[in-house]
């Protein structure tokens, strides 16, 4: 018997460290962004609006907060001493690269953060997470051990949810969370078909790019289908394009996104594509359900345009059927003002396909890091119990959302250079605010500042 379901989007609030370091090779946008002022108080307020509006919208939104940062912790690791204040003062001055890695602020995008089963998939009928070991770079490396304490508060019922730790930080490992990972189905509550993307066959012979990296293993994603208990017949995996890699699709939801029974998807998106498609119509054909594939031609829309515009970081949403059904397309601004892209999008539209909605939000602070909608939010699929049975005080509604705004307001600095990293003085304001906020979501001593106390 099929239950009741929905879909919740876990939102990460950008921290207030936000800068552009230009941190993550192969992430074009990060590298042509590289040293320009941030200004975290927009960049956290721009996600809080998009939260707000899919809240009012009636989707389930909740919010996951930021890590400590400055992280003195990897500093100390690297071999600088002496108090925190003075670990600050001489990495900016021995090695004022690593105090951009430690100030790093992305594990706004929880799309990172991990791989999520629903429980009406795994064998143990639990919802399962896989905290992303991201060790493909060392920003971001240093994320799981926080970011499975989050999601353990975030989900604390052990008879509900289950939680494993990253995948150990070899190569052949490397695992970037849902970024890579889709899931198919008719209703959220029905056994779906869960869709692993990789870059790399660490034990075979496979194309692999030649200008950028291949974060993602094939390895990987198997340990995470063996951990989480899925079927084999449940799960299907792909390779990413390596051309698509060369040309900055540095993870798949920068080139597709699915939701339900529809993927959307450049034609460059996997290797043998073809193939892919037929294997996960054949499955989804198996449970009685058609998946209904949109795919945007080379012609229609670039490469090149859809790495600067981000058509495919995108959030797509079940729209209810009081509003017509079929799916919201969620885009950043910056898919407006390409032309090639907004054409194709007006035309997606007015053809009556699955896709009937748009929606346009500004979200420029992370998207000239590289993140757009789809890189923000981490997809959780609950049961109504389960929902109930998780952390109360992270789903967004007026108060929630009134509160955090006025908490951004009042802790987060307007600009950000990279040079201001050195400023000890913005580990204590970040602490500050942090241990506040903590109060505010009812999380507890969530970071190391906190329990070392």
Not at 125 to 144: D, M, P, Q, Y
Request: aromatic fraction near 6%.
């Amino acid at each position: 018997m099929t239950r009741s379901a929905l879909e919740a989007n876990f939102d990460g609030l950008v921290g207030p460290t936000h800068n552009y370091a230009g941190l993550s090779f192969g992430n074009v946008a990060s590298a042509n962004n590289a040293n320009r002022v941030s200004n975290p108080r927009e960049a956290a307020l721009q996600g809080l609006a998009k939260m707000k509006a899919l809240a009012d919208l009636g989707y389930a939104q909740g919010v996951l907060p930021p890590q400590e940062r400055p992280s003195v912790a990897l500093l100390r690791t690297l071999g600088f001493s002496g108090d925190d204040r003075a670990v600050i003062r001489e990495a900016a001055r021995t090695a004022p690269a690593l105090l951009g890695t430690a100030c790093s602020a992305a594990s706004m995008w929880t799309a990172n953060a991990a791989t999520v089963s629903p429980s009406a998939d795994t064998a143990d009928g639990r919802v399962h997470f896989t905290a992303a070991n991201l060790c493909s770079k060392l920003h971001r490396a240093i994320e799981h051990e926080t970011t499975s304490r989050v999601l353990r508060a975030a989900f604390p019922d052990e008879t509900r949810f289950a939680h494993h730790d990253a995948l150990p930080g070899w190569p052949c490992l490397g695992d970037e969370g849902a970024a890579n990972h889709t899931r198919f189905c008719g209703a959220y509550g029905e056994r779906g078909v869960e869709f692993f993307v990789y870059g790399r066959d660490d034990l075979a012979s496979a194309p692999t790019p030649r200008r950028f990296p291949a974060r993602q293993t094939l390895q990987a994603s198997q340990a995470i289908a063996r951990l989480h208990g899925l079927a084999d017949e449940d799960v299907v995996f792909a390779q990413q394009h390596p051309d698509a890699i060369d040309a900055g699709v540095f993870h798949n939801d920068v080139i597709a996104v699915g939701n339900g029974n529809v993927l959307f998807c450049h034609a460059q998106a996997f290797v043998d594509q073809e193939a892919v498609l037929a294997t996960l119509r054949k499955r989804l054909a198996a449970r009685g359900t058609e998946l209904q594939v949109v795919e945007v031609s080379a012609d229609e829309v670039s490469i090149e345009d859809t790495v600067g515009s981000y058509l495919f970081n995108s959030q797509l949403l079940v729209r209810p059927a009081e509003a017509g059904g079929g799916m919201r397309l969620v885009v950043p601004q910056e898919c407006r003002e390409r032309p090639a892209v907004w054409r194709y999008l007006e035309s997606l539209v007015a053809r009556g396909g699955p896709i009937r909605e748009l929606r346009v939000f500004d979200l420029r602070e992370s998207m000239r890091n590289g993140g757009g909608p789809a890189c923000l939010r981490l997809r959780v699929v609950l049961t109504e119990a389960e929902r109930e049975a998780s952390h109360a005080g992270l789903w967004i509604d007026e108060a929630r959302y009134a509160v955090l705004t006025d908490w951004v307001k009042r802790h987060y600095r307007d600009r950000l250079s990279v040079s201001d990293l050195a400023d000890p003085a913005l580990l204590d304001e970040c602490r500050i605010a942090l241990d506040e906020l903590t109060r505010l979501l009812g999380l507890g001593s969530l970071y190391p500042f906190q329990r070392d106390a």
